[in-house]
């Protein structure tokens, strides 16, 4: 339980200075994330569209880090991004689709400092699912680990 609590203290903290580095930082993938936080708005501008699943990151205290890819499991997935809906098919069939909004943390927390964007899933499986949002150039990356709903999804442009 220890564990999961330091996990999730640091994917916090690190979503945190994402907001507040004035300087762009370098993922593995080299590419230019976006310094500070966006808008609500420019965030559903940025992330509407079809998007190529590259990978979920998780991390399990039995077996280390786990990533899956289209590589390893055989499954091509698409993410399609509209005003309000979210369609992730595989091989053109809809496997998945859920209503969502664009927030911020301070909505739920009510604090103002809390302004790391987060996207809400309405669903029927579970209607409180919350990932924190992470932009870096071509990709978005929906952060799930801090709060054991799942691996983060990393997702690229199409």
Request: charge should be neutral.
């Amino acid at each position: 339980m220890k564990g999961k609590i330091a996990v999730s203290v640091v994917a916090v903290f690190f979503a945190l200075e994402a907001c507040n580095s004035p300087v762009s930082e370098k993922t593995a993938g080299k590419k230019d994330c976006i310094s500070g936080c966006l808008e609500k708005g420019s965030a559903l501008h940025q992330l509407t569209g079809s998007w190529k699943w590259v990978e979920t990151d998780y991390y399990s205290e039995q077996f280390g880090r786990i990533v899956k890819t289209p590589q390893n499991t055989g499954k091509e997935l698409t993410y399609t991004f509209t005003d309000d809906t979210l369609i992730i098919s595989s091989d053109g069939k809809v496997i998945e689709r859920a209503r969502f909004e664009i927030g911020t943390l301070k909505d739920l927390t009510h604090y103002p400092q809390d302004t790391i964007l987060i996207m809400r899933l309405f669903n029927a499986e579970d209607n409180h699912k919350i990932s924190l949002l992470h932009f870096c150039g071509e990709n978005v990356i929906l952060v799930n680990s801090y709060n054991n709903l799942g691996g983060n999804v990393k997702l690229q442009k199409t």
